[in-house]
């Protein structure tokens, strides 16, 4: 899977998911399998529950966090494509009804 600056991402709206901490965790029934997401993990999952740009998620971690915009990309573009693999997250035409 292709993530660019430019994909647009949404995530699954009929995942259960509970606040934790200063995290989440979402149940993927269909995976059989739960995730807890850290406090930046977290951002990322809450940004996501509108369709939203790969480079507007970076741009609002680069001004909540000190990382610099290389080591963010390298970090999050992996997360991103995780959460896209166990369908926790789709990515979508900004012409394609939700």
Excluded: K
Aim: charged residues 30%.
């Amino acid at each position: 899977m292709i993530v660019t600056i430019d994909s647009v991402l949404i995530r699954d709206q009929e995942l259960p998911t509970a606040d934790f901490d200063d995290g989440v965790v979402v149940l993927s029934v269909r995976g059989g399998a739960y995730f807890g997401f850290n406090r930046v993990a977290t951002e990322i999952w809450r940004m996501l529950a509108e369709p939203r740009r790969v480079g507007q998620i970076f741009d609002g971690l680069l001004q909540r966090h000190d990382v610099d915009a290389d080591t963010l990309a390298r970090d999050v573009t992996p997360f991103l494509r995780t959460l896209i693999e166990h369908r926790l997250v789709r990515q979508i035409d900004l012409e394609e009804p939700r």
